[in-house]
Each structure stands twice: as C-alpha cells, then as structure tokens.
C-alpha cells in the first residue's frame, strides 16, 4: 500500500469534468485506488463517488493505492492532479 497527500489545484474543484478525468485515468490500473478527504473514503474509480465528496480547490486529498500496479497509480494519479486535472 502508498499513500501521497495532495492539494487540489484547479481553480474550480473536483466537479464534473476533473472528476472523470482523474476517474478514467484510475481505471486503467488493477489496484484499488481510493482517497480520504474529510474523515470520510472515496472511491477513485466511480465518478459519482468523486462528487461526493465535494472536493474544492486548495482542499488536500490523501491518495492510498493498494495493489500490484500501486506504484504507477500514484504517481500518475499525482500527476493528473498537480497538472490541474484539464483545466
């Protein structure tokens, strides 16, 4: 298991379009993906789930992979959110 704390950046948040971004980019690795954001566990994969946790700008996550690809998942997972998640 990896863990990684980070801050969203994108000025709007984890709405809609960055949340399917940040999804579709989860799905293509076989490890569980989730992230803890306010006492509360959301699943990376399931867009729906994203959006509930109602992720604002300047808010950290904490991303935890567990798995055989854990290691890629986080750092490409890093990446989309550092980049600014298509915004």
Request: aromatic share 6%; net charge positive; glycine share 10%.
């Amino acid at each position: 298991m990896v863990r990684k704390k980070v801050r969203i950046k994108n000025p709007t948040g984890m709405h809609l379009r960055p949340a399917g971004i940040f999804c579709k980019e989860a799905m293509k690795y076989q490890c569980s993906i989730t992230f803890e954001f306010r006492n509360g566990t959301y699943n990376a994969k399931s867009v729906l789930g994203i959006l509930g946790a109602c992720v604002k700008c300047g808010d950290e996550i904490e991303l935890i992979c567990k798995g055989e690809d854990e290691k890629q998942a986080l750092a490409a997972l890093t990446e989309e959110i550092e980049s600014g998640l298509g915004e």
